[in-house]
């Protein structure tokens, strides 16, 4: 049986980086799909939410040590860099969102990324 424990500590973490490469636009649809109650896949929604949020993510995350905290121990770190992490995205994502798309994202919609984000990036 594949064991994910025994990979290097470099493979842990390239594999978590595709997770939340995964997670992070699916906590948005979601939160979008959830808030309006359809399909968010709509033309007149820019695409660069989802390109904003992802990019300024992920090296939010690195910087505050998510990856190297959660393949070393799952504990004290991992849970506050994970909500300092999540909660920094949904302020850059507010601030993208303000700044790049022509039809804003409601703003329950961006609390809705929030909780889901966070529960999508400590689940994986």
Do not use: C, E
């Not at 992490?85 to 700044?99: P, R």
Request: aromatic content about 12%; overall charge positive.
């Amino acid at each position: 049986m594949f064991r994910l424990g025994g990979l290097p500590r470099s493979s842990k973490r390239v594999i978590m980086v595709l997770a939340d490469i995964l997670m992070i636009p699916g906590a948005l649809y979601s939160a979008i799909w959830l808030h309006a109650g359809t399909d968010p896949a709509n033309p007149a929604i820019s695409i660069w939410p989802y390109v904003g949020v992802l990019a300024l993510t992920l090296p939010m995350f690195a910087k505050l040590g998510l990856y190297r905290a959660v393949v070393r121990y799952i504990g004290a770190k991992a849970i506050i860099a994970v909500f300092a992490g999540v909660t920094l995205s949904a302020v850059a994502l507010f601030a993208i969102d303000a700044l790049l798309t022509p039809q804003p994202i409601p703003f329950p919609a961006l609390i809705i990324y929030w909780a889901l984000a966070l529960i999508y990036v400590a689940g994986s």
